[in-house]
Each structure stands twice: as structure tokens, then as C-alpha cells.
């Protein structure tokens, strides 16, 4: 997939800092107009004209958010600039330009570097973001990427989480619970191998939930694919931690309550397997698992027609006047959503 | 200066994400018409109408940029935020929005991410910059900060470092040196205190160097002075890694050498004074230390008579057709000048 292993290693306290810069960001493309100056100066120059400017970012820490033994340097980099990238189609943006800072121990060698370089510029080309920029700096322990997203969206376009009404429908895109399934497959062949380093393992029926921990996508196509079916969410959030947090976001922000049902929760077959096979339910995987960057939003009942024929929706609920989060069993019981999502300062 | 001692400890775990988040934003102003939505969604949004906008990160690493032992946490806070508000000054421009990254220890109370918070806060206030966002999580070891700067800046009055020409005089602001001596002091005082913990530093012969290493301030002032002064410098570097390092970046960039001379660059007589204690000469601390944050730039040389009288600048040198960078020394030796600037790659 992304694998590129590089057996040669490169010092970089002998690189120097222009040397180093120089290996990481010489065949970086420009796509937008709207970056006048990327990298190499103090700051980088973006002209927006008549859009709004988006902003935000997310870290991604070793230790907490990602293990080295499971997770390749070139994955971690595509995956630092996708769970960015996602919170601009949250806003119902576009990203358009990353700035990436970065902390590496200085036992990593320059090709390790340019593997988490070479992920990010995938990511970046894949979804036209310019990398604009960043600061590379040594870390005493433990490998640190700190991304953030610049992104554009039309004035009067942006969605906010706070904007669900009563009654509107609960829509999320894709399938939930893939990514964490995933992680535990790696957790658990990570443990294998440590117990049996000459074990080998076979990710093969794991292939889909593996590759949604390890290579995740933003939902790039649901922005515009919203605008052509003439839709205006009324909120809207990506899924990071898990369904029942991202709704809680959603309902506390816009000041009413929601139902969910277990069973329109799209859940992929393989996930179901894994979560069998890990004695978990599938249900705990998708409200509390995390990491899917799926897009999760509301829109009017008048609305439905639109997207009920749509492949990349499933209309999961809706919003109540009431405030409070529930799930609907397949039994037909009614249970409070909790936010047990993946809540990185308890780890 | 900016101490506060706070004996409560909150544990950040019994906290939840809401609770944490209420905390540490709740008394945020917004300062600047281009901040549409500030902190609470998947990303902020911004408008800058004619402007062009200016981004840039700086990261902060506990053992590599900082010792707690020596650094207070609400200093630390307010100095992650200038470093980031100074490059927006070097590019001509004004900070207006900061959004942090921050990884702590789950050790950590939420006092003492209150105290950062305390620090950014301030530093927001002061330089008039909205805290619009940021990512919060734990990090298994170690203090990260990792805020990204957003600027304005007039079309056209942007200044990078490959703007300068041959016959251009070189100028910095403010004094140099004093960061680095400062650091030397803690460190000295933070081993003393080690060997003898009843030991009670008296730092106040060092009150500026210190100041200048624990609070520094960015040159606010300048971009406005210049714009007044009827100056448009032909390149601008925030001095951060040491005179030395900054003048090659320029000289680099712009395809020309430089000429400094030694007794020309401002250092202030603590400064001297303190370098002496330590046996070493303040022209290394001046030139290779960092964390300065003063400005160098360039200007024509028919702008001398707007300056010459300005206590803001000093006049260290020229820029010269023919490439390499010398310091001419006050015994009228002329030595090659080397990036000895401090390489966090290196440590």
C-alpha cells in the first residue's frame, strides 16, 4: 500500500537545518491560487479573496494516538494531514493549504523523516492542499506531528455544529466502528509478534478495518456532492471519537436532544466479523471506537427525498426538542448515549 | 512578573473533554473583525477581506526549547505565543489569531494547564490576537506547544527574506545577546538549586537577560514604525536562531553576501556584563545565541537619514554583491560567518 522501506540512514545533526528542509520539501506542488508564498520564509502569504478562511488542528502524539511498532512513518504522515483535512469537510469547506510541525527524536535518521514527509505530500496531492510551511524540531522522546489546516468555504456556507433543529434528520456518511475494529487487529498481532518474533501474521481478512486505522480518507466528496443535491446541513461534525460524542457536540451546541437507532447505523460486514471475533459488540465499535472521519449532520425532513437513494448517506435519527441523547436497541429499548469516546486525556 | 502559584490540583481525567475545554477558554476576547467563530467547532472561521493572510508554527518542547525546572508555566505559555506572533511581524505584517496545539502529561492538573492557558491569554491580549482553537490531549512524556499564527498583511507590503540587494544597509532593533544569557543564568541557578535545595537565587543582577529568556516580548512595534517612517525594507527575519544564522537566511535567499561589524551590534551592558561572568564573549551570545525576537532587515541606503536618529534601530552592517557573510572584528579582522545558531536538531 503506502510501505516504502528505506534501508539507508542518514544523521540529521549532520544535515544541518537547510540541508534538511531542503530534502523535505523540494518537489512540493502548488495547487491553489490562493497560496502566494509557501514555503521559506517566516510565515506563509494566502489570499482568499471573497472566501472565508477555515483553520483548525489536531495532534497526533506517539504513544497515545499511534504505536510505531503497528503504524508505518508513511501511513502516519497521510493519516496526520487526512484527520485534519477532515475537520475542514466538517465545516463544509474545502482544505487548501497545510502547515506542519513536527518533533522527532534525533536517533531518526533523514529517511525516516522523509517517509512521514512523503505521506503527507501524498495526502496533500491526492486532496490538492499545498503544504505551506511548518517547523521541524528534535523531541526528547517520542515522535510528534502537529499539523494545521487551512481551508476555504463560501460566506453564508460554513456549518457549524450548533445549527440542528427539532425534527431534522441524523445523516452520516460511510460505515462506523471500522478503524477501532482495525486498531485491535493490530494491537493484537503487535502482541503475537512480540511474544513470537518470527510469527507472520495474515491481515488479509482484516484488510478493509486495517486499512480505515492505518489509511484513512476525509469525505472530500460530500461538500460538493451536498451543494449538487441542493442540501444546506443544518449542523455538521466529523466522527474522531465516536458516534455518541460527535452527537453530544451536535445536540449540546444546538440546544436539543437527539434519538439514534442501532439498527441504521451503517456498520461494514467485515467490522461485524472482527468485533464477533474480539467478543465486542459491533454497536460499541461504532459509538465509542473513533477515527472513522466519517461526516455526521442534520438535515430538513424536506430534505429526505434528495438523499435517500444516495449510497454515501444513512439517516441514522433525528433531533428532539427534548434534550437528551438516546439509542433505540434492536430490542426497541431506550438507552442514554454516553460519551465514551476515545477520550485522549485518560489514556 | 507573571507567577501564580496555585496550590489546588484538578485531576484532568475526572474532568471529561467539556469540562476542560469551559476551563480553559471561558474568558477569551475577541479583538478583530476577521475572527467570524473562534473556539468550539471543527474549525474557526476567518474573513479577511483584502488583506492577504499570514501563517506560520512554532513549536515549543519540554527538554529541547524549555526545563520546567526553570520555566514557569505561565511564562512558558505567554513566550509559545510571541515566538509565533514574531514571525508575523518579520513578514511586515500583524497577528491576529493564534491557535494552540498542546500535549500534556495526564499527570498534569488542570491548575497548571490553566497557567499555560493563563500565559497564551495574556500574550493574546496584549498584542491584540484572537485565541481561536486548538487541540488539547495528553502526551505520554513531556510538554508540547504547538501554536499556529495567523497574520494580515496590505497586498504587496509583505517582506521576505530574498529582498535584499546589494548596497542595502543591514539593520536590527532592540539589543541582542541578552535571551542566551539569561538561559546560562537559569541553568546555573537550576544546578546550584539541585546541589542545594535551601539555596535562594538572587536573580536580580540578571533581571533583563532573564527577562529577555523567560519573557520575551516581539517587536509589535515595528511593522507600524516602519509603515510611518514611509520604509518598505527590502528583506525581514525575526531573530530567533541568532544574528549569524538569520543574516545567512537572507543572504541566502536573496543571492548576496553580507558585511557586519562587530562593534556595531547593540548589546545591551547587562549583557556584557553577565557574558563576562561566564567567560565567554557577548558577541557569540549575540550572534549565536537566539531567542531574541529582535527584527533584521534591510533598507536602502537613501532611507538612512529616516533611521539614523531612531533608538528602535541599529545599523550593523551591508549587504555586498559578491557572496559569503563576514563579521569584521573590532581589532579590523574580517572572519567568514558560521551558522552556530541554535540547532534543536542537534541537541
Not at 40 to 67: K, M, P, R, W, Y
Request: aromatic share 6%; proline share 5%; glycine share 8%.
Amino acid at each position: 500500500m503506502l510501505q516504502d522501506k528505506n534501508p539507508s540512514k542518514t544523521d540529521l545533526s549532520q544535515l544541518g537545518e537547510f540541508g534538511l528542509i531542503e530534502s523535505l520539501t523540494k518537489d512540493i506542488i502548488i495547487n491553489n491560487a490562493s497560496t502566494l508564498k509557501g514555503i521559506g520564509d517566516d510565515a506563509a502569504v494566502l489570499n482568499f479573496a471573497n472566501q472565508n478562511t477555515l483553520i483548525s488542528t489536531d495532534l497526533l502524539i506517539e504513544g497515545i494516538h499511534f504505536d510505531l511498532a503497528y503504524f508505518p512513518l508513511k501511513h502516519l504522515g497521510y493519516k496526520s494531514a487526512i484527520v485534519n483535512f477532515s475537520d475542514i469537510y466538517a465545516m463544509n469547506g474545502k482544505p487548501t493549504q497545510l502547515i506542519v510541525g513536527l518533533a522527532v527524536s534525533n536517533r531518526f535518521p533523514l529517511e525516516a523523516l522523509q517517509e512521514i514527509y512523503d505521506g503527507i505530500k501524498l495526502a496533500c496531492n491526492i486532496y490538492k492542499v499545498d503544504l505551506i510551511g511548518g517547523d521541524t524540531t528534535s523531541s526528547r522522546s517520542g515522535l510528534i506531528l502537529a499539523p494545521t489546516v487551512v481551508g476555504k468555504v463560501t460566506p453564508g456556507k460554513e456549518v457549524y455544529r450548533s445549527g440542528a433543529q427539532p425534527g431534522d434528520l441524523i445523516v452520516v456518511t460511510g460505515d462506523l466502528g471500522a478503524a477501532y475494529m482495525g486498531l485491535l487487529v493490530l494491537q493484537r498481532e503487535n502482541e503475537t509478534f512480540k511474544a513470537n518474533p518470527q510469527h507472520q501474521p495474515d491481515l488479509t481478512p482484516y484488510a478493509y478495518v486495517v486499512e480505515r486505522q492505518l489509511k484513512p480518507e476525509a469525505r472530500k466528496d460530500i461538500p460538493p456532492l451536498l451543494k449538487k443535491l441542493n442540501i444546506q446541513p443544518g449542523a455538521m461534525i466529523d466522527i474522531s471519537d465516536g458516534l455518541s460524542s460527535e452527537i453530544m457536540h451536535i445536540t449540546r451546541q444546538s440546544g436539543v436532544g437527539a434519538i439514534i437507532y442501532a439498527n441504521k447505523i451503517p456498520i461494514d460486514p467485515q467490522t461485524v466479523l472482527t468485533a464477533e471475533e474480539f467478543n465486542i459488540s459491533e454497536l460499541t465499535a461504532a459509538l465509542n471506537g473513533g477515527e472513522d472521519y466519517e461526516l455526521l449532520f442534520t438535515i430538513k425532513q424536506k430534505d429526505y427525498d434528495k438523499i435517500k437513494h444516495r449510497k454515501e448517506f444513512a439517516v441514522i435519527g433525528h433531533i428532539t426538542e427534548e434534550k437528551g441523547n438516546y439509542l433505540i436497541t434492536p430490542a426497541n429499548e431506550k438507552l442514554q448515549l454516553k460519551a465514551q469516546g476515545w477520550n485522549a486525556l485518560k489514556t
